[in-house]
């Protein structure tokens, strides 16, 4: 009878249970081209610029990889590395960097990442999204601050917004 009772719930078991679907052997994905990249950048630094600053401009693709570092002639030598970890730490992170940094203060759960190897919480890093997908990210460094910074960098992503949508 104990027998029967197990068959029983075995069956009733893989009744209610779904098939198991297989994963796919090969993704796709959609990223920045590295003419985008490059229009995203050229458009951010000519944003900094119009506002007085000279900055430093990354972009990277959906997964880091740098795309992109424009530097203008007078921002620091510290721009390029601060802004490629920007985009680097947004796009690993699958957020803007003013939002990580709220997140990370001080005493706060998340305030480790702050000592992760590469990451740069400091305002000016944004995710570049389209259709719902992340497909890269840009950082800017040198303006007079993480907002201003993050300013450029929307306006450096608003200036290609029409050629993300698919």
Request: proline share 5%; no cysteine.
């Given at each position: 009878?104990?027998?029967r009772r197990l068959s029983v719930a075995t069956i009733l078991l893989f009744a209610f249970v779904g098939p198991v679907q297989a994963e796919e052997?090969?993704?796709?994905?959609?990223?920045?081209n590295p003419e985008l990249a490059l229009d995203l950048a050229r458009a951010a630094l000519d944003s900094c610029r119009s506002r007085g600053y000279q900055v430093a401009v990354a972009v990277v693709d959906?997964?880091?990889i740098t795309q992109v570092v424009l530097r203008d002639r007078f921002a620091g030598a510290h721009t390029p590395s601060t802004a490629s970890g920007k985009a680097w730490t947004a796009a690993s992170f699958k957020t803007s960097t003013t939002e990580l940094n709220?997140?990370?203060?001080?005493g706060m759960m998340q305030s480790g990442i702050r000592n992760l190897p590469g990451a740069v919480i400091i305002g000016g890093g944004l995710v570049v999204e389209a259709g719902g997908s992340l497909v890269g990210a840009v950082g800017v460094s040198g303006a007079a601050g993480g907002d201003a910074d993050e300013a450029c960098a929307k306006a450096g992503i608003e200036?290609?917004?029409d050629k993300l949508e698919f």
């Open positions: 009878m104990s027998f052997a090969l993704v796709s994905y959609k990223s920045l959906r997964f880091g709220a997140m990370s203060q001080p200036a290609i917004r």
